[in-house]
């Protein structure tokens, strides 16, 4: 089955895994960047509906975030996984969340017929920005562990149907259609607004974007696995994104014109291997990721 082979080229194998407390530091060093703040055990391996119980319970109303191999370290992440990716007790699983004043993260381990969740609170997310990257060894059992193949290049997701994924030697297109119950307004006066009604006016069609970004990020990057070099919540962080995100000036021009345009671009961003990524959306609902290789 030929299924974009500029893009998809090989199968990886993940290893992951048994909580290890560092050794506290000694009085007036530097503070851990991580400390073990819990963990729940389960006699034998956790079902999927008390696992993810757990993992909500502890999470509150944040979105916890599958933490990827290949992609850029976190020192802070990495003082807890270091030692046991060492180990011989490997980590199954590992989550993030970063919507709390502390990020936490989450750790499945085996316990002899077992397993164990245990809890980590993070300093901070601390890997410095660095230009966005496809990865180069990719496969559709990875990237696509969440869809269901419906034709050799099409893919559905296996719990939303909205959500498709079309992959082509020359680009990857997401889409997800959630329909408003009405259509995001245009002023047509907006010209003729003072400087601070205007000023006013891109605040708030910002504040609406930046919602639809978090939207489609859940959507398309937190849905894929392997896909790119940065993590799920790099992509929330100002300090990698800030560039590629729509500007005061764009949306100003956008809403002079009066009227809805067909399609908005939030986010677009030239990656290292030459790919560009563009998220997009109608403002009623539809949305897509458009990665085009060059």
Excluded: C
Aim: net charge positive; aromatic share 12%; hydrophobic share 45%.
């Amino acid at each position: 089955m030929r299924l974009f082979t500029a893009f998809l080229l090989l199968a990886f194998v993940v290893g992951f895994a048994k909580p290890a407390q560092k050794p506290v530091p000694a009085k007036g060093s530097p503070a851990a960047p991580a400390r073990l703040i819990g963990a729940v055990d389960s006699r034998t391996e956790f079902p999927g509906a008390r696992m993810f119980s757990v993992l909500d319970s502890v999470g509150g109303t944040g979105t916890w975030m599958e933490w990827d191999v290949n992609g850029i370290r976190d020192p802070s992440v990495m003082y807890v996984l270091d030692p046991l990716l060492k180990s011989a007790n490997k980590p199954k699983m590992v989550w993030v969340i970063s919507e709390r004043e502390k990020p936490l993260m989450a750790v499945l381990l085996p316990k002899g017929a077992g397993e164990v969740l245990a809890f980590y609170e993070l300093a901070a997310l601390d890997a410095k920005p660095v230009p966005l990257q496809m990865n180069r060894v990719l496969s559709p059992d990875v990237v696509f562990r969440d869809y269901r193949q419906v034709s050799t290049s099409e893919f559905v997701h296996l719990d939303r149907p909205s959500l498709k994924a079309t992959a082509t030697e020359k680009s990857i297109r997401f889409t997800y259609t959630n329909p408003d119950a009405s259509p995001l307004r245009f002023d047509s006066d907006f010209t003729k607004k003072t400087v601070v009604e205007k000023k006013n006016e891109v605040r708030n069609y910002h504040d609406f974007f930046e919602y639809e970004y978090v939207l489609m990020l859940r959507a398309f990057v937190q849905s894929t696995r392997g896909l790119f070099n940065w993590q799920a919540w790099h992509w929330y962080m100002p300090a990698f994104n800030a560039r590629a995100m729509i500007s005061d000036k764009e949306l100003e021009a956008i809403l002079s014109k009066g009227v809805p345009p067909q399609s908005i671009t939030i986010f677009k961003m030239k990656a290292e291997g030459g790919q560009w990524v563009e998220f997009k959306t109608s403002g009623n609902g539809f949305y897509e990721m458009v990665i085009t290789n060059p």
